[in-house]
């Protein structure tokens, strides 16, 4: 096309109506990259994100499309463009380019089982270049990458960029590597009464040989706390009131996966019992109490005995229909003479009687199975030591995964109600297996039970009545088996139970069959 036929072009195209301007387009005589930064990004990098090109046919649409390739790349903070055309229609574009902030350093934090200099390897985005979104990205995946294929499933890793007063940034990845740390040592300071042998055992935390294959031996913060307990109650126990675990010490070692454990420890002197009393108490005579305290004079102060003790109240008490029945040990030290004087301070409450036995909880089972394992009804004093009775009973039949007793105040003077909530747990089982021997030959076995079975009930599909039943079936090319058996442990609604066993056995041998 020589100049003069796109000249007349241009002219009719300019003064035609309802003819599109990009019909008789010009070509590209130039295309120019300004960029308003200290750092230049070289034409040949900033061409391969552009498809217009010096010689073509100007074209909107894809100068619309370059913008965006440009944009896209995450390197440029502002992209502008202007495109202007000569009196012949050519045209010259000029890319107006903001390339993002200049990064000053690139900092890792948090990382200790790698060196930063294995981790800045793994990462595309450089200092002294300009900021790149995309390639910040793509350094954190790269960084979440690599410790996951290490094995450190839980790894984070979060990136974050601050603005810095020259105008360049900083990035900043901030690691949590969530390492499983494991005990490489226990040890303890401090203890002369008890040999850091038996302190060892008495704790959790421990070294574990077989650590380096096996998530055993973990160090656990909540753990350390149980373990302070653990050891204050066996010095509670001999005695060493003032007893205080000062500071437990975590040392990482070279290897941040393994920590050395010290258990810094002041054990104090023990003490003796002074005087023991029992205040609060009217209904029972102190020296039938007396009789059966743990806590005596003279002995080493035992806290698991006056625990012990404080549960033998309750028993007495609590059989009397005291439910609301509280006993509170208030102990005085002498640190002079080192001896601790004993209080059983003691609220009786009412007697209570049982109102209502409430059953709450079965869908499957008839409420009769589950009150016949009560002893406690209307009418009878409330004796808590009977109600903890009944729940075992009531659990020992193997079909609740948990029993909850509690007693509830009834509106009604000097009475409660029992409520006995069960969770039920599955019941019916099916086993099918299947073996082969050189005697028997090829078994096969299906067995079907049912450990809360109704023989009288098939509205409910025989299923609530506490019954039992099982039924297993053998068959080979040698032998072959069937077995019934049943159970009802309350024949009649009494205390009989009641166990009937049918049996089918066969064997084939060469000459003759056993049945």
Same mark, same amino acid.
């Given at each position: 096309?020589?100049?003069?036929?796109?000249?007349?072009?241009? #002219?009719v195209a300019a003064g035609a109506i309802g003819f599109s301007h990009s019909a008789f387009a010009g070509d590209i005589t130039n295309i120019v990259f300004q960029q308003d930064s200290s750092y230049k990004f070289s034409e040949d990098q900033l061409l391969f994100n552009v498809q217009s090109r010096k010689g073509q046919e100007f074209n909107k649409g894809v100068l619309d499309q370059d913008v965006k390739r440009l944009s896209s790349t995450g390197a440029f903070s502002d992209i502008k463009v202007n495109s202007e055309t000569d009196e012949i229609g050519d045209v010259t574009i000029t890319f107006i380019i903001s390339p993002q902030p200049i990064i000053s350093k690139i900092q890792i934090n948090g990382n200790k089982k790698f060196e930063t200099k294995k981790l800045l390897e793994q990462i595309s985005i450089l200092a002294h270049n300009p900021i790149n979104d995309k390639e910040l990205s793509e350094s954190a995946n790269a960084l979440r990458h690599f410790y996951k294929k #290490?094995?450190?499933?839980?790894?984070? =890793?979060?990136? @974050?960029?601050?603005?810095?007063?020259?105008?360049? =940034?900083?990035v900043i990845f901030e690691v949590k590597e969530r390492l499983k740390q494991k005990v490489n040592s226990v040890s303890f300071i401090g203890n002369e009464r008890f040999s850091s042998w038996r302190l060892k055992h008495k704790i959790e935390t421990s070294y574990s040989f077989f650590s380096f294959m096996l998530d055993t031996g973990l160090f656990s913060r909540s753990e350390i706390e149980r373990d302070k307990q653990r050891l204050k109650g066996l010095y509670l126990s001999n005695g060493y009131l003032d007893f205080e675990i000062k500071e437990v010490k975590v040392a990482e070692l070279e290897d941040p996966e393994f920590v050395d454990v010290v258990f810094v420890i002041e054990e104090g002197k023990p003490y003796s019992v002074g005087t023991v009393i029992i205040t609060?108490? @009217?209904?029972?005579?102190?020296e039938v109490l007396f009789d059966g305290l743990r806590v005596k004079q003279g002995n080493v102060a035992d806290h698991n005995l006056e625990r012990r003790d404080i549960a033998f109240l309750d028993r007495k008490f609590g059989a009397?229909?005291?439910s609301d029945f509280r006993?509170?040990?208030?102990?005085?030290?002498d640190f002079s003479t080192h001896t601790v004087d004993v209080e059983y301070r003691i609220v009786q409450g009412d007697i209570y009687k049982v109102r209502n036995v409430n059953i709450t909880g079965n869908k499957v089972t008839k409420?009769? =199975?589950i009150r016949r394992e009560i002893n406690l009804a209307p009418g009878d004093v409330l004796n808590a030591s009977?109600?903890?009775? @009944? *729940?075992? *009973?009531?659990m020992g039949l193997g079909n609740y995964s948990d029993v909850d007793v509690v007693t509830m105040r009834s509106?009604? #003077?000097?009475?409660? @109600?029992?409520?006995?909530? =069960?969770k039920e747990r599955k019941t019916m089982n099916l086993k099918i297996g299947a073996g082969y021997s050189d005697s028997e030959s090829a078994m096969g076995m299906v067995e079907f039970s049912e450990t809360n079975f109704d023989i009288s009930d098939p509205s409910n599909y025989f299923r609530g009545g506490g019954q039992a039943l099982r039924l297993r079936a053998m068959a080979g090319g040698k032998r072959s088996n069937l077995t019934l058996d049943f159970t009802e442990p309350y024949l009649f609604d009494k205390k009989l139970g009641l166990n009937l066993k049918a049996y089918h056995d066969a064997a084939y041998y060469s000459n003759w069959d056993e049945t």
């Open positions: 096309m020589n100049k003069v036929f796109k000249q007349a072009a241009y #002219a #290490a094995g450190y499933q839980d790894a984070t =890793v979060v990136s @974050d960029v601050t603005a810095n007063e020259d105008g360049t =940034v900083d609060g108490n @009217d209904k029972i005579p102190n009397l229909g005291y006993c509170e040990p208030v102990k005085t030290p409420d009769h =199975v009977q109600l903890k009775l @009944d *729940r075992s *009973r009531i509106g009604e #003077a000097q009475q409660k @109600d029992v409520n006995v909530a =069960v």
